[in-house]
Nanobody
Framework: QVRLVESGGGSVQAGGSLRLSCAAS????????VTWFRQAPRKEREGVAT????????YYIRSVAGRFIISRDNAKNAVYLQMNSLKPEDTAMYFC?????????????????WGHGTQVSVSS
């Protein structure tokens, strides 16, 4: 079993930055891909950034590419999401999710472990 705990959310003005953290405990060595998802009110949950096992490969959706950076620190069993140039449309609950299979895509139901989320609010 793996436990994921997010932190670092908050309220910022447009153009500001936040750094989200996802701390893994239990059996973090079993984790393959880790993806940051977000869900805004009345919208579906969407994967915004993925870090592949080993830490060197990443993926971003178009709307955050160039603004968000996902990174992984295996020594600390943590994955981070640095969010820069934040926009009001980035407002959402952000979750980290991890898979132990080879799946690294954007379908939430295929991830094995989830945190409880951290709220990000961006005002204009």
């Amino acid at each position: 079993q793996v436990r994921l705990v997010e932190s670092g959310g908050g309220s910022v003005q447009a153009g500001g930055s936040l750094r989200l953290s996802c701390a893994a405990s239990g059996d973090p060595a079993s984790l393959n891909c880790v993806t940051w998802f977000r869900q805004a009110p009345r919208k579906e949950r969407e994967g915004v950034a993925t870090n592949y096992r080993g830490g060197s490969s990443t993926y971003y959706i178009r709307s955050v590419a160039g603004r968000f950076i996902i990174s992984r620190d295996n020594a600390k069993n943590a994955v981070y999401l640095q969010m820069n140039s934040l926009k009001p449309e980035d407002t959402a609950m952000y979750f980290c999710a991890a898979s132990v299979t080879g799946y690294c895509g954007g379908s939430p139901e295929r991830y094995n472990y989830w945190g409880h989320g951290t709220q990000v609010s961006v005002s204009s």
